[in-house]
């Protein structure tokens, strides 16, 4: 079926990876190939700062500064807040997933420890070929991932594996929050 759609489709770069754990079977096709993650990255994000919270290295209510070097245009809506504004942790996060906000995504970064720091920890929790190279929006899209690799982490975090249950739950609650659909229906 991928390749029909595949074939009907030759003007797009496609990359595809599924797998079930409990069957013990995967498909794949180009799902090593980097592409350009757009706003996928907000994915590792999220599940490194729930790493974080697992192991007490930021807490949930901590407030973040909204700051100049973190204003990220495009999607979301706290760009457009007074520099010097605070958000607690739990609404920077919800808010990078729920509407996609890039200044959001770029406050995380900044408090996780900058763009050196969050690709090492996306290392650690497995992510090959996942690279963060600019903040958001990186319209020139040079921040990559591969479908492998997001589809292997986000399974590993439904299966318990990454996260405590406490955090798992709280990655499932944010991914169901998204609200940014635009490009599905086209």
Do not use: H
């Amino acid at each position: 079926k991928w390749e029909n759609i595949i074939n009907k489709n030759a003007d797009l770069d496609v990359s595809a990876f599924f797998i079930s754990l409990d069957n013990e079977v995967y498909a794949d096709i180009n799902s090593d190939r980097e592409l350009p993650s757009a706003s996928s990255i907000k994915v590792p994000i999220l599940i490194v700062l729930l790493k974080m919270l697992d192991r007490g290295e930021i807490f949930w209510n901590e407030q973040l500064v909204l700051t100049q070097d973190t204003i990220g245009g495009g999607s979301g809506w706290m760009a457009y807040q007074e520099i010097g504004n605070k958000f607690p942790i739990f609404e920077v996060a919800s808010e990078m997933i729920r509407v996609s906000d890039n200044t959001a995504t770029n406050l995380l970064i900044k408090r996780i420890g900058g763009i050196n720091l969050v690709n090492q920890k996306i290392k650690e929790i497995g992510l090959k070929n996942t690279q963060i190279n600019n903040l958001l929006p990186d319209l020139s899209g040079t921040n990559i991932t591969t479908t492998k690799d997001l589809s292997l982490v986000i399974a590993q975090v439904d299966n318990g594996y990454l996260l405590t249950v406490k955090s798992r739950d709280i990655f499932r609650e944010i991914m169901g929050t998204s609200k940014t659909n635009t490009l599905i229906p086209s």
